[in-house]
């Protein structure tokens, strides 16, 4: 009995430590975005002669937050690390242990015109993501455990280095993405919030626990489906066939089986969770009137950082899968639009036509091409607006099956905390040079930052193409000895880009349009194309392994490494710009102006009325002159 007890606390021990940790990245997070976004007014801190300690006054209720252990970084970036305390008149303390108590002092000083349900949905999707960082942080010690054991057995040197040991590239690949799915986007104040999933549905289907999540083949008349696909592919079903061989044979004999003619039909993926709680309701008319078969075979798949981008789990690769899951996740449905369909396969074919003739460029960029698309589609309205629950992209997988030494490693993985030390795991390759670690570390950097950098800008500048590099999105190909070699690009669905610029140097792109649903090429403005980059790559990447290097391996300044590299991908670059003027107005948007990004805090708090609110960052990289 006594031992029985004696576990019961453990457990509650371990639960109350986890549980504290999720309220304090909360608190983080809310902290970070209210500053940066300007809803809380940051010259209004009083700071302690140390740096370490501020003060902010709320004067509408004669209140006082101090906060013991905040850091200046640059970019508008204000990091909490201690705890916060509320000092009420007559100097009476309280420490504000969770977001919500944190979020009930500052609501009447914040700078923001909330809907009337804004403060409550926030506060309900931060606490949602509080217990999802609870159950994924207690998963992740297990695993930790289990990886530890592992990595010893291999005679690795890191979690890294045992992958590469001990399984195919592409597993080996999927595997950093899953472990670097753990914080998920770095400011955002709901970052794990997926309401109406019960935490056994979480753990079983989310990449931050190693899921393995099967999908339903189904069957789609191909009377009613529009499908958008690079010029190679010539048929949808030969290339599923050829992609997916004993699938397509599973799937082919499931239809004869039933006196149907295969030839009348497509085969279209759903998610698991997908088909039980939504299409088999939603969709039950096209069921019943045999537009839709949902008896199809099952392909047991990982779930990508992304949570519905699924690869085959096989030995050998095959293609991943991008579907739409009616999950609210992050606060937004997960659907997957027309918009998505038509411009994937499009952007693909297009940014593969420049590499084909820019041998430069190619050897330091990679692309996951989007070869095929398929999307409900009524084939007497036209309508696809229903399909953006019923629709599906194939990516390649080739980028990852490499037979050429190099490691794809996911961008957020990196930043994540290696199971073997509490480091995060781009330490382990900056480990596998030698020398003194700043001096490695700052050496790693300025080639990281070369090589995110220069193809980036040059798809940009010269083409009008904007990545959306941010840390799922970018993967980085590194050699063993640990250095960056190539930029890995994936997701071109929602991609932007400036006609102008591209149809000057002879190409061509089919722009997508829709009542409803935002444009991504645009003609006369680049404005929009432009803070795609700063926000994805810059914000959202560079600064954050800027700040990670400065924090686990104290380089000086990294912020002027960004700058320098920023600099000659630009000198590089000005020969083959339309213009001087142009030229020098993108240098200064990059290198000295503020930099745009999204504004996710007052987007929520908003609740989506624009989904493109925009603030401004002081440029670091101005401030690195």
């Known amino acids: 009995m006594t031992d029985i007890v004696f576990e019961r606390d453990q457990d509650t021990s371990a639960d109350r430590r986890l549980r504290e940790a999720a309220a304090q990245n909360a608190i983080r997070r809310l902290v970070r975005c209210a500053f940066a976004e300007k809803l809380l007014d940051a010259k209004a801190l009083l700071w302690a002669e140390s740096g370490d300690q501020a003060w902010l006054p709320l004067w509408a209720t004669r209140r006082v937050l101090h906060f013991t252990s905040l850091r200046q970084a640059p970019a508008d970036t204000l990091l909490n690390r201690?705890?916060?305390?509320?000092?009420?008149?007559?100097?009476?303390?309280?420490?504000?242990?969770?977001?919500a108590s944190l979020l009930k002092e500052i609501a009447p000083a914040l700078n923001v015109a909330s809907a009337p349900d804004g403060f409550e949905v926030l506060l309900r999707d931060v606490e949602d993501s509080m217990k999802n960082d609870v159950l994924a942080r207690g998963y992740r010690e297990e695993w930790s455990v289990e990886l530890r054991y592992a990595i010893a057995a291999t005679g690795a040197t890191g979690f890294i280095d045992h992958l590469e040991k001990s399984l195919p590239t592409h597993l080996a690949a999927m595997a950093l993405d899953q472990w670097g799915s753990l914080e998920g986007h770095p400011?955002?104040?709901?970052?794990?919030?997926?309401?109406?999933?019960?935490?056994?549905?979480?753990?079983?289907?989310?990449?931050?626990?190693?899921?393995?999540?099967p999908l339903r083949i189904a069957a789609l008349r191909k009377d009613w489906a529009y499908v958008e696909a690079m010029p190679h592919v010539t048929d949808y079903s030969e290339w599923f066939a050829s992609a997916f061989s004993d699938l397509w044979e599973r799937w082919s004999d499931r239809l004869i089986d039933r006196g149907r003619t295969v030839g009348d039909w497509l085969p279209l993926p759903i998610h698991e969770w997908h088909l039980e709680n939504f299409v088999r309701r939603e969709f039950a008319s096209q069921i019943a009137s045999g537009i839709l078969d949902v008896d199809g075979p099952d392909i047991v798949t990982i779930p990508a950082m992304s949570f519905r981008t699924m690869l085959p789990d096989t030995p050998e690769p095959q293609p991943f899968i991008k579907l739409p899951v009616a999950i609210w996740m992050t606060s937004e449905q997960r659907t997957l639009q027309a918009k998505?369909?038509?411009?994937?396969?499009?952007?693909?074919?297009?940014?593969?036509?420049?590499?084909?003739?820019?041998d430069l460029l190619k050897a330091s960029l990679e692309i996951f091409t989007e070869e095929l698309g398929a999307i409900l589609h009524d084939p007497e309205t036209g309508d696809e607006h229903p399909g953006r629950f019923l629709s599906v992209v194939y990516r390649e997988v080739n980028a990852l099956a490499r037979q050429d030494g190099l490691t794809p490693v996911t961008v957020a993985a990196l930043l994540a905390e290696s199971p073997v030390v509490q480091r995060p795991l781009v330490c382990e390759l900056?480990?596998?040079?030698?020398?003194?670690?700043?001096?490695?570390?700052?050496?790693?950097?300025?080639?990281?930052?070369?090589?995110?950098?220069r193809p980036t800008l040059a798809m940009y500048l010269l083409y009008g193409i904007a990545f959306e590099a941010h840390q799922q999105n970018s993967t980085i190909l590194f050699d063993r000895s640990g250095n960056p070699r190539k930029l890995l690009i994936r997701d071109f669905g929602d991609g932007r880009s400036f006609a102008p610029l591209f149809e000057e140097r002879g190409y061509r792109l089919a722009p997508f349009s829709r009542k409803g649903i935002l444009p991504?090429?645009?003609?006369?403005d680049i404005s929009l194309v432009r803070s795609f980059v700063i926000d994805a790559c810059f914000v959202c990447h560079l600064h954050e392994m800027a700040l990670c290097l400065v924090e686990h391996c104290t380089i000086d300044d990294p912020w002027q490494i960004l700058r320098e590299e920023t600099q000659a991908a630009f000198d590089v670059l000005r020969p083959r710009m339309l213009s001087d003027v142009f030229w020098k107005e993108e240098r200064q948007a990059f290198l000295e102006k503020p930099w745009p990004t999204r504004s996710v805090l007052r987007m929520h708090l908003e609740r989506y009325r624009d989904y493109r609110v925009e603030h401004q960052l002081d440029n670091p990289l101005a401030a690195a002159k």
């Open 82 to 99: 201690g705890v916060i305390e509320v000092i009420e008149e007559g100097g009476v303390r309280r420490r504000l242990d969770d977001p």
């Open 430 to 453: 900056i480990a596998r040079n030698s020398g003194v670690e700043k001096e490695r570390a700052s050496a790693f950097f300025r080639a990281y930052a070369r090589t995110v950098i």
């Open 340 to 358: 998505s369909i038509h411009m994937g396969p499009r952007l693909s074919t297009l940014i593969s036509d420049i590499l084909a003739s820019e």
């Open 187 to 213: 400011f955002y104040p709901t970052w794990k919030a997926k309401p109406g999933l019960s935490a056994e549905e979480i753990s079983a289907l989310s990449p931050e626990f190693g899921a393995r999540v």
């Open 520 to 524: 991504t090429t645009f003609n006369d």
